[in-house]
């Protein structure tokens, strides 16, 4: 196998010749977990300049300095898929941030429903596990943590051209690939509810929408989870970059 | 919300006014996390007879038995689609397991490959978790789990009219959606291999067997159980019970 470069999402601007920090967790896992050196390889990106590879100037225990050699991918912005979740319960959550950002998910947000349990929804934790799983799949940008909001009041903002894809489970409606061919849309959000599901008010104000598509993902039923990566791949396969 | 009735998945058959008892650890889980009693209603399957409502006739710390009052669902068999995988590591297998479940997969199939770093393969926890998946998920079947096999020796024997997608990172493949509208086979299974992929040998082997699709899952690298849910996600979309 190809000796692995480690990857890392930095805030810096990159360019030519220029030496960037790293943050103090990041010199670490160069040196203690990659155990690299000075002159070792790392590529780095911030979703806006694209990838680039730097050597390592100077690392010690507290401290990593790049210099920048090469672009070696240019910025490019992936399909413009968000996902809008009730926060579930730890443990799954970290799971689907982590699959929402390898299938691509350019925009995450936290709704909160009338079920929704979970309390308190660390942001910082689910940006840091969008950003390590940015950096294993080679994507060239981070997704955007957005802060909870509450599902009515994003609704009510909603731009009516981005189609919400939701499952459903209560009636017959139509499957993924069906309403892609029929609405093969370059924008596109896909909503999951939290444990316990939508209320019936919500289901019914939901399904009022005119950008709001039901969509059945067989017969059985599907955890919210699995649910959003179910529509999230197929999306991706119809209508997105794959 | 409508009352829950715990699901259960037991081996005896299913039939009218016939009385079954269920395992200790089912008794426990209905007496002592669910707080049921006598008369109290269970749902149970056996993957052949349908979905039978039954009474709790006795139920104490270790036993419990129950009467069949009606079938209230006819036996189905879902899409003919199987999985294929170097086992991973624990936590992320039992993930795996639980969505290829929810996703209707009818075969969890362990291969063993030339990367393959996980020794043993517990079957019976592999099981314990399609079960615990499939009673959640509505299923009227459990996944069968098979005896892991070398993936040479399963290629030998393999029916050439079930296609095996396998997603491909290294070449320009074709989508899902579109060898799915090519060849919507009503049986097929998804491939994927162990942390740190397929041997360059192994891969070779792969590609040159006319029943083995590569595909392409976009410009990011997915991790191969991410990868097993979007392909089972689109070919269920497309040529399965979706």
Partial sequence: MAKYIPRLYCLDDLKETVTIDLAEQQAHYLRSVMRLKVENSVLVFNGRDGEWLAHIVVIDRKHCKLLLIKQTRPQMKGADIWLLF?????????????????????????????????????????????????????????????????????????????LIFMGDERCNAPSMH??????????????????????????????????????????RILRADTAALAMLSCWQSFCGDW
């Fill in 178 to 219: 069906y309403v892609c061919q029929q609405n093969p849309s370059k924008s596109a959000a896909v909503l999951i509810g939290p444990e316990g599901g939508f209320s019936d008010q919500e289901f019914k104000h939901l399904k009022a929408l005119s950008f709001v598509q039901p969509v059945s993902l067989g017969p």
């Fill in 86 to 162: 009730g926060p579930i319960k730890h443990g799954r959550i970290e799971y689907l941030i982590e699959k929402a950002t390898e299938l691509g998910v350019r925009r995450l947000y936290p709704v909160i429903t009338d079920h929704t349990q979970v309390s308190r929804i660390k942001l910082d934790r689910l940006h840091a596990h969008a950003v390590e799983a940015a950096e294993q799949s080679e994507r060239l940008d981070v997704p955007q943590v957005k802060q909870p909001i509450k599902l009515g009041d994003l609704l009510k903002t909603w731009n009516p051209e981005r």
